[in-house]
Structures are given as C-alpha cells and as structure tokens.
C-alpha cells in the first residue's frame, strides 16, 4: 500500500495533523445527524482494521469524510437530487472542499492536504486502493452504527433502498469476495438481500425508543447479512 508520507511528516505537518483531527471532532460534534459523530470514529476503527499501516491522509480522511453533513448552511440536501448516487457525489465534493478549508487554517502541508481531499472525493466510489479503503470503512461503518438510526428517520422502503445501493454501488458483495472467495460460488450465490432486509425490518419496531435494542436483537443477523462482515468478524 502507498504510504506518501509516513515517517517522513515533519513537526510542523504532526502539529497541523493535530489540529486538523481536533477541528474535525468540533464540527462533527455539533452535528444534527445524531450518529455523525461515531460514524466519523467508527470509520476510522474499520480502516485501521482493514489495513493497520494506513497512512496519515487516508486517517485524516477517514474521520471528516461526512464533515459537511454537520454543516448546516453549507450541507447539500438530498431533496435537490433525483438521483441518488448524484447526491452523494456532491456530498462527497462538499465535504473535501470543507476539509480543504479547516485544513489551510491549520496550516496542513499542500501535499497532504491534497491527498486527503482527493481521498474524500473519491470514498463514495473508490477506483483505487486507498480510496478503496476508504469506501469500504465507511460502508462497514454504515451497517454499524448508522443504520438503526437511519432507519428512524426514514421509511422502510427508503432504508432498504439506502441499504441495497450501499451493497451494489459501494461494493460490499465484492469486498467479502475479495478476502473470501470461497463466497463467490457458494453462499453469496444465493444472497437475496431485498428479501432478507424486508425480514429483518419486519422485526424493528418503529416506535422503539431504545434503539440499542435493535442492534442487541438483529446485530448478528446484519454481521451475517452484510457480507462483508465474513471477512473482518
């Protein structure tokens, strides 16, 4: 794996890293998407678990992928797309131009601060392997941490559709074949995901105040149910 640049950051770039991380934690913090803040961490754990040497820009990005989601002026609205991979397109161009901007007052060096916006850009698609890395941390993420609360703020249908394209556009399915694939052929053959989703939703209550409880009920369901948890579980 690429690693720009490593041990070579001077003391000035591990001072600008520092504050970068704490700007970061101070936006996210005062976001209204209640799981903001633990999706930015999360991503940063899956990352370090799918490659331990990770570099400084792909940390970095990481946990400010979504920073303009707690941005409430400067956000882009889904409501303004009819399509939905459009959607997370701009949001991923809003947030590294957000990111570029807390990066330039902590006087982050221009070529680390180029591959993190870079990377940002890119982690709703990928198309390379640290990109790649970044995509699949934060997909990982999602059916973690932010998808019971998802769930509250939107339908079932809207969920299932949410999850479906977190499987085929964000590339879940191929993740797990990756690191296992023995799936290929045999249980991934037959994974039906709409079907399998539409019976799990059927067991959340909509009304349930604590949501904890849908991850203590249906969380090993969904670490089988979304296969890329085969590879990392």
């Known amino acids: 794996m690429r690693k720009p640049f490593g041990a070579s950051l001077s003391a000035r770039a591990m001072d600008s890293i520092g504050c970068v991380r704490q700007k970061i934690h101070e936006i996210i913090a005062k976001s209204k998407v209640p799981e903001d803040p633990g999706h930015s961490r999360n991503t940063l754990d899956w990352l370090l678990r799918l490659e331990p040497d990770a570099d400084e820009a792909l940390r970095i990005a990481a946990l400010g992928h979504d920073i303009e989601r707690a941005l409430e002026e400067q956000k882009v609205c889904q409501a303004d797309f009819t399509d939905f991979s459009a959607f ?11 990111l570029k901007e807390v ?117 090993p369901v969904v670490a089988d149910l979304f296969a890329a948890f085969f590879a990392l579980r």
């Open 88 to 98: 997370k397109s701009a949001h991923a161009l809003n947030s590294a131009q957000i």
């Open 103 to 219: 990066m330039s007052g902590c006087g982050t060096p221009d070529g680390l601060a180029e591959d993190v916006c870079r990377l940002v850009r890119c982690h709703e698609t990928g198309g390379d392997p640290r990109s790649d890395l970044l995509k699949d941390a934060d997909s990982l993420s999602f059916f973690e941490v932010n998808l019971p609360l998802y769930f509250q703020r939107h339908t079932q249908e809207e969920t299932l559709q949410r999850c479906l394209w977190g499987l085929s556009e964000r590339g879940a399915q191929p993740l797990a074949q990756k690191r296992h694939p023995e799936y290929k052929a045999g249980r991934l053959g037959n994974y039906k995901p709409r079907v399998a989703l539409n019976y799990l939703f059927s067991y959340y209550p909509m009304d349930m105040a604590d949501v904890g409880f849908f991850w203590r009920v249906v969380g």
